[in-house]
């Protein structure tokens, strides 16, 4: 039997409810977001030379889920998401380009 949208939502809220702990569910979305980023663009483009995103070695979802356990899994979360945006800056910055052109071309 399939599951229905609203037991899939509440299913997800109540996750993050009992991992967040006691943190506020504004701040906890940067950390969720973030690593669901991560997860889409790791499934997306690991491993595709041609991909929108690069996904340098040692930089996707897996090398995060590696860390489970580590004492320093903090630090090294942050050095994965650094290597991802350090990789793809470039990128960031012509699509931003692009849109402040269009914007001002099409007034």
């Not at 945006?85 to 001002?104: I, P, Q, S, V």
Request: aromatic content about 12%; some cysteine.
């Amino acid at each position: 039997m399939a599951i229905k949208k609203t037991e899939l939502y509440s299913s997800l809220w109540a996750g993050c409810d009992e991992l967040r702990g006691g943190m506020d569910a504004g701040q906890y979305k940067d950390y969720v977001l973030t690593l669901l980023f991560m997860k889409y663009v790791s499934d997306k483009y690991k491993g595709d030379p041609y991909g929108m995103i690069i996904v340098p070695d040692g930089a996707s979802f897996d090398d995060m889920m590696a860390l489970k356990g580590d004492k320093e899994i903090g630090d090294k979360i942050n050095k994965i998401i650094s290597a991802l945006a350090e990789e793809n800056d470039l990128k960031g910055d012509a699509y931003e380009y692009l849109m402040r052109h269009f914007a001002t071309e099409s007034g």
